[in-house]
């Protein structure tokens, strides 16, 4: 489903109304479906992008793929994995996850040591406005070899623009996959245009349809045999 099925026919739908002009206007609709696709990847952490940055000798800090700090939530549950390669040999190390407090309390002097070797610890620092990753101690390629770093992160979903815009675009799960839970936009989105109206049982009723897509998505990704709870903030 793309972005002007859903703030078009879906929220007709949903809403009752064909109404693109007065109340529900088009740019309305369009600022809530938006809402919606960051709202649900908030809540069910669905939008993962995964990198994989080459690193250089003598270089501590990478952007992670361009991406903006506001943007980064945080790592995945996947590891970060320090990838080398000699040939058609490839090794995967998985670093240890921290942030640069940790760094300055449990590593002191960390950021002047000079040190270099092989990496142990990645850090995100979101100094500068960018997303960016710290290493420590500082990689040290040999010769022959390539470094590179595999990291999957969360992220906030970029606005949809286009009409041809697909919610959850650039996300490393497949788009087949998360279609099935496209129409949860349409629900949360209705809900915040029916604050228009004063309509708190629709409002609350659309927030339970959408409730419902979550834990849907949430039972779909948890091991056999665990339960998950859907916590909503309301504004």
């Known amino acids: 489903m793309d972005f002007k099925a859903l703030y078009g026919e879906a929220l007709d739908f949903e809403l009752g109304s064909y109404d693109t002009t007065e109340l ?9 479906v938006n809402r919606a696709q960051r709202e649900f990847a908030r809540l069910t952490q669905c939008y993962i ?41 490839v090794a995967a190390t998985p670093l240890q996850r921290h942030d640069v407090p940790w760094l300055d309390l449990h590593k002191p002097g960390w950021r002047d040591s000079g040190t270099a070797g092989v990496p142990e610890v990645v850090a995100y ?27 999957a992160a969360l992220v906030t979903p970029a606005d949809m623009v286009s009409d041809t815009d697909v919610p959850f675009r650039h996300a490393s799960d497949s788009l087949t996959s998360l279609e099935p839970y496209h129409w949860a936009l349409a629900h949360f989105a209705a809900s915040l245009l029916e604050r228009l109206r004063k309509d708190t049982d629709a409002v609350e009723k659309q ?26 903030k309301r504004d």
């Open 207 to 232: 927030l339970t349809l959408f409730g419902a897509y979550v834990q849907d998505y949430q039972g779909s990704q948890r091991p056999l045999g665990q339960h998950n709870s859907v916590s909503q």
């Open 24 to 32: 529900f206007t088009t740019a309305r609709r369009k600022l809530a």
């Open 125 to 151: 620092n979101p100094d500068g406005g960018a997303a960016t990753l710290l290493l420590t101690p500082t990689p040290l390629v040999p010769a022959g070899e390539t470094w590179s770093l595999r990291l």
């Open 49 to 89: 992008r995964e990198f994989l940055t080459p690193l250089v000798s003598g270089t501590a800090s990478y952007d992670v793929g361009g991406v903006a700090a506001d943007a980064f939530v945080d790592f995945s549950r996947r590891p970060v994995d320090l990838v080398r390669t000699r040939g058609v040999d």
